[in-house]
């Protein structure tokens, strides 16, 4: 059951297990990756696997629930860069925000993306690939439009720029290494 098309909603109490093994999968997949072992999400959820199971018929299930609010906050953290700070700030503040949540997230969207049946999770319309196309494209057209960044620059590649940081660091665990990246990469925007 995809987490955006829920029939109706859920009893109290499913709802705060629900709510539990979301933040518990948050904190195992960022410690153990995308294929963590759903056994122990449930435990630290402090509910029983079947529970887990009932609320989330499936580890893409668990994942895009994971994924969608996740980027559904980062997509909040641009709209506040942009009303907190000037355009070429508030582009480069979200692009580290961007960067940190690609440390954080350990497989998370790389396990959505290449298994073949789960890559239309980013891809639909509504889905998240689109969300955070939209949150930095118009982040990116304030800061080009302010001069401070090149016109020639798409959201795309910021994020494709992003996540190959986040590819080429992952097994290093460094994240001083992907903020110099990073760094690296701004100065030519």
């Avoid at 499913?14 to 933040?23: E, G, L, M, P």
């Avoid at 630290?44 to 895009?64: C, D, K, N, V």
């Avoid at 494209?137 to 016109?151: M, Y």
Wanted: with cysteine; proline share 3%; glycine share 6%.
């Amino acid at each position: 059951m995809p987490h955006t098309t829920r029939r109706r909603p859920l009893r109290a109490d499913a709802q705060r297990n629900h709510d539990r093994i979301v933040s518990a999968a948050r904190d195992v997949f960022a410690r153990d990756g995308a294929g963590a072992a759903l056994k122990e999400i449930a435990r630290q959820a402090g509910t029983g696997s079947a529970t887990l199971h009932r609320l989330f018929p499936s580890r893409r299930a668990l994942l895009e629930a994971v994924f969608h609010d996740r980027v559904e906050e980062l997509c909040a953290l641009a709209a506040r860069r942009a009303e907190e700070s000037g355009p070429g700030p508030a582009l480069l503040a979200w692009l580290g925000d961007l960067n940190a949540y690609a440390r954080t997230s350990r497989g998370l969207a790389a396990s959505l993306l290449h298994d073949g049946q789960d890559a239309d999770l980013l891809e639909q319309n509504e889905g998240c690939q689109a969300m955070i196309t939209d949150a930095a494209g118009r982040l990116l057209r304030r800061a080009q439009q302010a001069g401070a960044v090149r016109p020639e620059i798409r959201a795309e590649d910021l994020l494709a720029l992003v996540n190959a940081i986040s590819l080429a660091t992952e097994q290093h665990d460094d994240d001083a290494q992907a903020n110099r990246l990073l760094d690296i990469a701004i100065k030519g925007l």
